[in-house]
């Protein structure tokens, strides 16, 4: 069995105190940077790169480091709801192959009640993960498809699409 150990790309500001914003370091690229390239250089397996209202985009921050390290993998988080499946599959297919395999994704239904509705997501928790279940079952067929160069058609409860 082997076991990987991942680190935390900081993108809403850094302390000793995980979540505190007492005394926070401001989280800028170049700082982002350097965590990166030192699990990188430390031999962590990789990162993950929180998703928030109050995070910087994670797709962005993963792409903009991918070409600053060599090894590291970038567990990406993304929150079904925010985009449309077909727009999140694309994305992630695109930095899966601008990376080389280097990414994983860490979806995210649940968070506390004003993060989740300062992004617009106003469902209850039951119907919040109901549609994060029909998102993640599209998006992977959307996935899929797009190494295969085939299309998908859905028709849902809260998701449709046409030769995606």
Not at 55 to 83: H, M, W, Y
């Amino acid at each position: 069995m082997s076991l990987n150990i991942f680190w935390f790309i900081p993108t809403f500001g850094d302390n000793r105190y995980l979540g505190s914003k007492k005394e926070s370091r401001v989280s800028d690229y170049d700082y982002v940077k350097q965590v990166a390239i030192a699990a990188d250089t430390l031999g962590f397996d990789g990162v993950l790169i929180p998703t928030g209202r109050s995070c910087e985009d994670p797709f962005v921050v993963a792409s903009s480091l991918i070409n600053v390290t060599q090894k590291l993998k970038f567990l990406v988080a993304l929150r079904p709801g925010l985009l449309q499946p077909s727009l999140a599959a694309r994305i992630a297919s695109t930095l899966d192959r601008f990376s080389n395999g280097r990414v994983a994704f860490n979806l995210v239904a649940g968070g506390d009640k004003d993060e989740l509705e300062g992004d617009g997501l106003f469902q209850d928790s039951d119907e919040r993960y109901e549609a994060a279940a029909e998102f993640i079952d599209l998006w992977k067929d959307i996935l899929k498809a797009s190494y295969e160069k085939n299309s998908v058609n859905f028709d849902g409860k809260h998701y449709k699409t046409v030769n995606s």
